[in-house]
């Protein structure tokens, strides 16, 4: 499996944002599936993430409520709507998958890795 995340830019803040991660590969749909996010100066952090049905999904604490993540395996997509984006909100966002199906929160258990799509939140 490979990954692309697409879908970031510039927003203001309270506005939205849908990235969405392509994947290649015909495993895909047994894969599990997450987000994560890096701001300059900081450590990568988990976003959410989605079992390999999509019956399963969890999100960082700080989170819940305003993203939301959803897979369509027919696609090989993986989407993470944000809503009510904030400047803290800022970071390269990557989309990543691991093969035992799990939605973790674990970035270790993530085997493989898209490229990062930048999203600035600011007026």
């Known amino acids: 499996v490979q990954l692309q995340a697409s879908g970031g830019g510039l927003v203001q803040p309270g506005g939205s944002l849908r990235l969405s991660c392509a994947a290649s590969?015909?495993?895909?749909?047994?894969?599990?599936m997450a987000w994560f996010r890096q701001a300059p100066g900081k450590e990568r952090e988990f976003v959410a993430a989605i079992s390999w049905s999509g019956s399963s999904t969890n999100y960082a604490d700080s989170l819940k409520g305003r993203f939301t993540i959803s897979r369509d395996d027919a696609q090989n997509t993986v989407a993470l709507q944000m809503n009510s984006l904030k400047p803290e909100d800022t970071a390269t966002y990557y989309c990543a998958g691991n093969r035992w199906g799990r939605n973790s929160e674990r970035s270790s258990e993530y085997t493989v890795w898209g490229q990062g799509t930048q999203v600035t939140v600011s007026s």
């Open positions: 590969g015909r495993t895909f749909r047994t894969y599990g």
